[in-house]
Nanobody, 124 residues
Framework: QVQLVESGGDLVQAGGSLRLSCAASESIFRNGAMGWYRQAPGKQRELVAY???????DYADSVKGRFTISRDNAKRTVYLQMNNLKPEDTAVYYC??????????????????WGQGTQVTVSS
């Protein structure tokens, strides 16, 4: 069974910090690279950070220097430390594999699996 459970979102003022957590099922976590994505109202979902099984990381330019992704393999959990938050960081944040986990049905179709996400709202 695949599962992704994000938590830690909140309403914060600009300049504040938040730490997001994502608990993943074993089948997803052992895949390797994990990422944090976000989707703002009216915008496409975008990858903001990812981390490989070996701990290599990369970030979108918009969050570089402010966000830090990490993972605890023993807990099957991925974290996103977000500092110096800006109003433009407001979005629903999701974690997933990179690329996103694909579920294949018995009917031959497939779709990307996503958790429920966690809302981050940054006020100015």
């Amino acid at each position: 069974q695949v599962q992704l459970v994000e938590s830690g979102g909140d309403l914060v003022q600009a300049g504040g910090s938040l730490r997001l957590s994502c608990a993943a099922s074993e089948s997803i976590f052992r895949n390797g690279a994990m990422g944090w994505y976000r989707q703002a109202p009216g915008k496409q979902r975008e990858l903001v950070a990812y981390i490989t099984n070996g701990g290599n990381t990369d970030y979108a330019d918009s969050v570089k220097g402010r966000f830090t992704i990490s993972r605890d393999n023993a807990k099957r959990t991925v974290y996103l430390q977000m500092n110096n938050l800006k109003p433009e960081d407001t979005a629903v944040y999701y974690c997933n594999t990179n690329p996103p986990w694909v579920v294949r049905t018995t009917y031959g179709s497939s779709y990307d699996y996503w958790g429920q996400g966690t809302q981050v709202t940054v006020s100015s």
